[in-house]
Every structure is written in structure tokens, then in C-alpha cells.
Nanobody, 111 residues
Framework: QVLVKESEGGSVQAGGSLKLSCAISGRFFGNCAAGWYRQAPAKERELVSQITSAGTITYADSAKGRFTISRDNAKNTAYLQMNSLKTEDTAVYYC?????WGQGTQVTVSS
């Protein structure tokens, strides 16, 4: 059984930082792309960032310069470091690895 599990999100004030992690079990991670999506209330789910198995990275314009995606293949884990958070970053964040989705984790940024 393949399982993707995200770390807990949290609440932070605007300008603060959070780091999310996402681990996969039951599937080899090294040849998987990993991505982070988010969905704010009344909005569609959107891609935040993605990292391929080769390490190629893409960011949404809203994440560029503030968020950093990374991966540790030895730990079967992907990360999303979020800095300079804004209230508009408030959303449920989802991790996807090799097409397997996590359950989502809430990130709330207050002013």
C-alpha cells in the first residue's frame, strides 16, 4: 500500500516561515516527481511547486523568491520551505508524489 503523509501545517503571522514535509512509503521515491499544491477556500487547487526526480524545479509565480522545494531521496521525503508568508498563502496544502496524494495540511497566515 502506498501512503503519502504530510507534516502538520500550522498558523503563523504574516512574514513568518513554515516548513512542510511529505514522505512516501510503499513506493520507490527516487524516480518520482514530487509537488506541492494548495487550495484556498472557494478557489481551485493550484500548483505551488514541483521537483522532478532529476531535480528540475518549477514554482508558481506566487511562490518564486519565497518558497523553496527540496527532496531527500534517502528519506523518501519532499519539503517545502515557505518564507515571508502572506495572508493569501492561507490554504490547505497538498503533496503529491508519483501521482499519490497526501491528505492535505492546513496553513493559516494571519495579519
Amino acid at each position: 500500500q502506498v501512503l503519502v503523509k504530510e507534516s502538520e501545517g500550522g498558523s503563523v503571522q504574516a512574514g513568518g516561515s513554515l516548513k512542510l514535509s511529505c514522505a512516501i512509503s510503499g513506493r520507490f521515491f527516487g524516480n518520482c516527481a514530487a509537488g506541492w499544491y494548495r487550495q484556498a477556500p472557494a478557489k481551485e487547487r493550484e500548483l505551488v511547486s514541483q521537483i522532478t526526480s532529476a531535480g528540475t524545479i518549477t514554482y508558481a509565480d506566487s511562490a518564486k523568491g519565497r518558497f523553496t522545494i527540496s527532496r531527500d531521496n534517502a528519506k523518501n521525503t519532499a519539503y517545502l520551505q515557505m518564507n515571508s508568508l502572506k495572508t493569501e498563502d492561507t490554504a490547505v496544502y497538498y503533496c503529491v508524489i508519483c501521482g499519490y496524494w497526501g491528505q492535505g495540511t492546513q496553513v493559516t497566515v494571519s495579519s
